[in-house]
């Protein structure tokens, strides 16, 4: 193994010892650095000391166009993969294997901003309500689909939280949740009276029958076979109950999560309390939620400004 492979894997077990970062995460970052490790390997470089700006710069001109090994990476993804290439040489240079941080200046490329995808008030009440339907599912997997989206809808949460729950991190009478987010961080969130209703009838006329389907377990939402929940089957939870509603519009994981946010703060919901509930780090990522299009605007400033519209003949 080369110097920089070996300063690879230092950096990982750092990540996974003292940062503790989720698996995912370190996943991302193991098959981030395991490119960059093959580019500079290709290159001619095993030495962290011949590794300069430019060769980092490159690295990201490279991620940008692809080769004959790798498709083009967005913007989003080959910024996630500088990140991980800048933490990786910062912590070269303050464990002493360099003296120079060669990508300090290399900044990760801005994706465009977008609009995160929500769905109309409508749209979440049908797809709640073919989650719930008689001929939704059997009747145990129907309770459970109608607590899990309603769920999802009133708190906010990740699907990943929300599969990741056991059965006392709900407190039904008190209508909150302890929620486990990302880097492992805790947070309590209300939870909506649909949402308390749903889970309620869950837990009497739906997951005991499917506990008894397995070995015993407290986690919260349980599958057919009466074992936790996964990410992929919630996903597919939320993907045919949109298709029941007649919803033709792609449905992705963080959907309802997103509707959460964006419905929130038409309400009036302050950012900074909508930022609490996500569970975000900084208010600057939830404030993406109060982007509006330009027709948006238009629609508003004619129905409220006084002198938008002329009234002459």
């Not at 689909?145 to 769920?151: G, I, S, V, W, Y």
């Not at 961080?185 to 209300?190: H, Q, S, T, Y």
């Amino acid at each position: 193994m080369s110097d920089i492979g070996r300063a690879v894997s230092a950096y990982l077990d750092h990540l996974t010892v003292e940062r503790g970062l989720a698996a995912n995460t370190l996943a991302s970052y193991r098959r981030d650095l395991r490119r960059y490790d093959e580019y500079l390997a290709g290159a001619g470089i095993s030495a962290l000391g011949r590794v300069t700006e430019a060769v980092v710069g490159d690295f990201l001109m490279r991620l940008r166009e692809g080769d004959e090994h790798h498709p083009p990476l967005t913007a989003s993804s080959a910024g996630r993969t500088v990140v991980a290439v800048r933490g990786f040489h910062k912590f070269c240079l303050r464990e002493g294997l360099t003296v120079i941080d060669p990508a300090a200046a290399v900044k990760p490329p801005v994706p465009p901003q977008r609009l995160p995808k929500a769905l109309s008030v409508d749209e979440v009440t049908r797809i709640l309500a073919a989650a719930a339907g008689a001929d939704a599912e059997p009747a145990v997997l129907a309770t459970r689909d109608a607590a899990l989206l309603e769920f999802l809808y009133g708190t906010g949460a990740r699907i990943s939280e929300a599969v990741g729950l056991d059965v006392d991190d709900v407190d039904l009478e008190s209508g909150q949740v302890l929620l486990r987010g990302k880097g492992s961080k805790e947070r309590v969130v209300p939870v909506g009276s649909y949402a308390r209703e749903a889970l309620s009838a869950y837990q009497v006329r739906g997951r005991p029958d499917l506990v008894a389907r397995g070995r015993g377990t407290h986690a919260l939402f349980l599958n057919a076979r009466g074992g936790r929940l996964s990410r992929q089957s919630a996903w597919t939870v939320l993907r045919r109950a949109a298709q029941r509603a007649g919803i033709s519009k792609e449905i992705s994981p963080h959907t309802l999560r997103h509707s959460f946010a964006t419905h929130l703060l038409d309400g009036g919901a302050d950012v900074r309390v909508v930022q609490e509930l996500l569970g975000h780090a900084s208010v600057t990522t939830t404030q993406v939620y109060t982007l509006v299009t330009v027709d948006k605007l238009r629609e508003v400033y004619a129905t409220s400004h006084p002198r938008a519209l002329s009234s002459a003949p």
